[in-house]
């Protein structure tokens, strides 16, 4: 990096969708149609959004975060502007785009699953160029997340984005999450990922990105051009790989009470590891706790993440070397 760069304004950009999570949680969530009325344990308007969930919890861990998303000028806009400002997000360069509503997700909620539908609104309203250049300028890191929702609109720019990140000294991470259209990158996503120093799907959405049979195979094709991939494994951990290095991590039992948003806050966990100089086993135990800890409350920002504890906690992490995934 080069010595004259001005000194960061924000250690990280997250880039991706803000919407409300209307949060449903009980043993039996499944709707009766027929006009039948069930009673639930709780529901609750929480922040959601994978790029939002990530920012406030790196902002709960300590990080100096910027959010960069569209919402729309009504209730669930400003909702959602409120709780990340609260949480010490830098909400200076959302867009609010008047003319369209706030995406919003309803969340049916098992405790060890969930049903997801969403109504995209504005989430899928932002551009390239809404993402400011002098913040860019000024970063650690730029993270984009729900990749795959904003594709038509910011993907045909996200790469020059990320290129313009890193050449001014940045690094660059990608979580894709899931494909509702099944495509899984069949139009802008190998220039983005070629500008992207660390992938981090889950198991599923790995093997499909890759179009690869088993996690190995994936594994193996996402790195092999010299990338790094995390990839969440739920309550089984994760794995690093990066070419060289190679390992599980596997967090202590915990009984989760919802695990919405657990993947964000791993993300955020993660993140600030390898922004607070951590060697990636620390970084990966880490966020392997931030994910483990999320799980103990009600949506991806209830339980409330705090860095000494999440350390502790990460010392209880078992972190191990992998077999070598591209050996025969």
């Known amino acids: 990096m080069s010595s ?3 000194e960061p304004a924000v250690d990280l950009i997250v880039i991706g969708d803000c ?7 009980g043993g039996d969530v499944t709707p009766a149609f027929g006009q039948e009325e069930k009673l639930v344990d709780s529901m609750s308007l929480v922040v959601g959004g994978s790029a939002s969930i990530t920012a406030l ?20 806009g400003n909702f959602m502007l409120g709780e990340l400002a609260r949480a010490g997000v830098d909400t200076g360069s959302m867009s609010v785009r008047a003319s369209l509503p706030t995406g919003m997700t309803l969340v049916l909620s098992r405790g060890d699953d969930r049903a997801i539908l969403t109504a995209p609104g504005t989430i899928g309203a932002l551009t390239a160029a809404d993402v400011p250049a002098d913040l860019l300028a000024r970063t650690r890191h730029v993270h984009v997340s729900s990749y795959f929702l904003l594709e038509q609109s910011l993907g045909p ?33 190998p220039e983005v990922l070629a500008q992207t120093d660390l992938l981090l799907p889950n198991e599923a959405e790995a093997e499909r990105l890759a179009g690869a049979a088993t996690l190995d195979e994936a594994v193996a094709s996402l790195t092999k051009a010299g990338g790094r991939i995390v990839v969440k494994l739920g309550a089984r951990g994760a794995l ?9 991590a596997t967090p202590p039992p915990m009984t989760p009470v919802d695990t919405t948003g657990a993947g964000d806050c791993f993300n955020a966990g993660l993140l600030t590891g390898l922004l607070r ?13 931030t994910g483990a800890m999320s799980t103990q409350g009600i949506g991806g920002s209830g339980y409330v993440l705090e860095l000494t504890a999440a350390l502790a906690l990460a010392r209880e992490v078992n972190v ?3 077999p070598d995934l591209h050996s025969p």
Not at 19 to 25: E, H, K, Q, R, S
């Open 277 to 289: 100089g951590l060697e990636p086993a620390e970084a990966l135990a880490l966020a392997c706790a």
């Open 157 to 189: 720019g996200l790469a020059a984005v990320l290129a313009g990140a890193r050449a001014a000294g940045a690094t660059t991470s990608l979580d894709t999450n899931w494909d509702p259209a099944g495509t899984w990158g069949a139009e802008f996503f």
């Open 4 to 6: 004259d760069r001005p």
């Open 240 to 248: 690093y790989a990066d070419g060289q290095r190679q390992y599980i």
């Open 57 to 76: 919890a790196a902002a709960r861990l300590g990080l100096r975060v910027a959010l960069v998303a569209a919402t729309g000028a009504d209730a669930a």
């Open 320 to 322: 191990r070397p992998a």
């Open 19 to 25: 919407n409300p999570d209307v949060l449903v949680v």
